[in-house]
């Protein structure tokens, strides 16, 4: 008898697993109204319970983080557009683990991807191989590319730390130091 090993193929897009760090962020909601992400958004409900302790510290920059992140949540949970689903299961293997391993093991179970910022967590589901989608190198590979001599132009508004310098911004945030640039503010 031959021996035949059958691959397992899934249909459709992955679900995407959020991690605190990108619903704290915001940008996940701008990319997923651009329908560029299309797939089944899941929102552990330990990440929840991550963001409402955050949203209840007594430090107020983390509370305001913290509450960034219930609103961005909400704004998520309301757009129809959106198949957002809040994952209730806990999983046997989840016990004991942190949250960012949760993340880790509900991707692995889910077949699917996380949506994180955080380097660590970034290596540490690659190290489990689960895929990861980073927003930051996202958002990095759609920076305008310069070449060296291109010419273009810049708003100096403000003097930079050496003499003579000025410092000016890209469309994208990107921070330039102009030589020669302070007689141009």
Do not use: C, W
């Not at 704004?75 to 993340?103: C, H, I, T, W």
């Not at 980073?134 to 958002?139: E, G, H, S, T």
Request: aromatic share 4%; glycine share 10%.
């Amino acid at each position: 008898i031959p021996y035949v090993e059958f691959a397992k193929e899934v249909k459709g897009l992955k679900p995407l697993v959020l991690d605190t760090s990108v619903v704290i962020d915001g940008r996940v909601a701008d990319l997923v109204e651009t329908k560029v992400l299309d797939n089944q958004l899941i929102m552990p409900r330990f990440v929840i319970g991550e963001l409402q302790g955050i949203a209840d510290s007594s430090d107020k920059l983390r509370r305001g983080r913290g509450r960034r992140g219930l609103d961005i949540l909400n704004r998520l949970k309301n757009d129809a557009s959106v198949d957002l689903v809040v994952y209730d299961r806990e999983l046997p293997e989840f016990a004991g683990q942190p949250v960012d391993m949760k993340l880790v093991l509900l991707a692995k179970h889910l077949e699917g991807k996380v949506v994180t910022n955080d380097y660590n967590l970034n290596k540490v589901a690659k190290l489990h191989g689960v895929g990861v989608i980073n927003l930051n190198d996202i958002a990095n590979s759609l920076k305008p590319v310069y070449l060296p001599g291109e010419n273009f132009n810049v708003r100096v508004i403000k003097a930079g730390e050496e003499a003579g310098q000025g410092i000016g911004y890209l469309d994208d945030g990107t921070m330039i130091v102009i030589e020669g640039g302070r007689d141009h503010i």
